[in-house]
């Protein structure tokens, strides 16, 4: 059984005897949770940044000709509608829905939602509204968010359904007391894909040739001279033409000059990268912990939690003594992630290529 943001969230109430165990301490709870894990992984990450290549890399992704930029996903906007229908219950009066939805991530980050069905007529009064989950994309979607309207919203804005991710290749049925139909501003649907959260930076960006060569494209800072250089030249139809590109804010890849021919995706020449992953911060309870296949995980992010939760409450001494634990586990974990770099060869070789 894998652990989940909620069940190492009850481990860790269970060690603190009751103490802030109030449902207004659950973000608290989530939190220092969170930074477990982001302190955790920045001591992994720099002994063994290969392990931490994101599960998907190398990515391959289109650049258009004449484009110079590129918005970063880990999950694809999805592309095929809701398939909506009905079933008994309820006692509603009739009324019609139009319906979209976005694929969502353990941190609540969306894609842009889906082009909406057709308007679905209900006209029976004890029959329901019913929307067949869309397939799971790749990626790493926690689940779906629905999205719902009724001829009776005036301006026809998509109104979040649902609080929690639904799982997928499980029907949704409305509720009996209807859809939702007037919108807070954290309910309305998204206008930008931000699934690209849990990329830290591109370690390595490459064009795989149509004679299946591939050549890399170096990195250069946005304000460099080399950027300067390249934005003020003109890109030719060649394939080979030179490149520079850099990553801003996270998901923005800028590429210098402007392409002078198309790159694909799906066929060759095709751009691709590698990314370090870096955890995305836990929303939901049914939320998988990562790294969970390195030993001392578990135990370094319940000791640093419970540490950080201790100082919360003004229990000193029992913090420091959690935190060591916490300090001992990491190095631990440092040292067995150390032992797996041990066999690489670091050294070069004159004239091995």
């Not at 484009?67 to 909506?84: E, H, N, Y």
């Not at 109104?159 to 409305?174: K, M």
Request: with cysteine; charged share 15%.
């Amino acid at each position: 059984m894998p652990d989940t943001l909620g069940s190492l969230r009850s481990e860790i109430l269970l060690e603190l005897r009751g103490d802030l165990a109030q449902p207004e301490d659950v973000p608290l709870l989530n939190a220092k949770i969170n930074n477990a894990l982001e302190a955790v992984w920045m001591s992994m990450m720099k002994v063994a940044l290969a392990r931490f290549f994101g599960s998907d890399s190398p990515v391959n992704f289109t650049l258009a000709a004449g484009s110079q930029r590129v918005q970063l996903v880990s999950i694809a906007d999805p592309t095929v509608a809701l398939v909506a229908g009905t079933t008994a219950g309820g006692a509603l009066p009739n009324r019609n829905y139009t319906f979209t939805y976005t694929f969502v991530t353990e941190s609540g980050s969306e894609t842009n939602p889906c082009a909406t069905t057709t308007p679905l007529a209900i006209a029976a009064p004890t029959t329901l509204a019913q929307i067949t989950a869309p397939a799971e994309p790749s990626g790493g979607a926690l689940g779906w968010n629905l999205y719902a309207y009724s001829n009776s919203n005036p301006g026809n804005v998509p109104v979040l359904q649902n609080q929690q991710p639904l799982p997928f290749g499980v029907p949704f049925t409305e509720p009996v007391t209807g859809f939702q139909d007037y919108p807070t501003f954290q309910q309305l649907a998204p206008t930008s894909n931000q699934t690209a959260d849990n990329i830290s930076y591109i370690t390595h960006l490459e064009i795989v040739q149509t004679d299946t060569t591939i050549r890399a494209l170096n990195q250069a800072d946005i304000d460099s001279l080399a950027m300067r250089g390249l934005a003020r030249t003109l890109a030719s139809a060649s394939e080979y033409q030179m490149y520079a590109w850099d990553l801003i804010n996270g998901r923005t890849l800028e590429v210098r000059p402007p392409a002078g021919t198309a790159f694909s995706a799906n066929a060759l020449p095709t751009p691709r990268y590698f990314y370090v992953a870096k955890p995305r911060r836990l929303r939901y309870d049914q939320a998988e912990i990562p790294y969970q296949s390195i030993s001392g995980v578990h135990e370094y992010l319940t000791n640093k939690a419970i540490a950080d939760l201790k100082l919360v409450i003004d229990e000193y001494i029992a913090s420091q003594a959690y935190m060591g634990a916490a300090n001992a586990l990491k190095q631990e974990i440092v040292t067995s992630l150390a032992q797996e770099n041990w066999g690489k060869n670091r050294t070069i070789t004159p004239y091995l290529y």
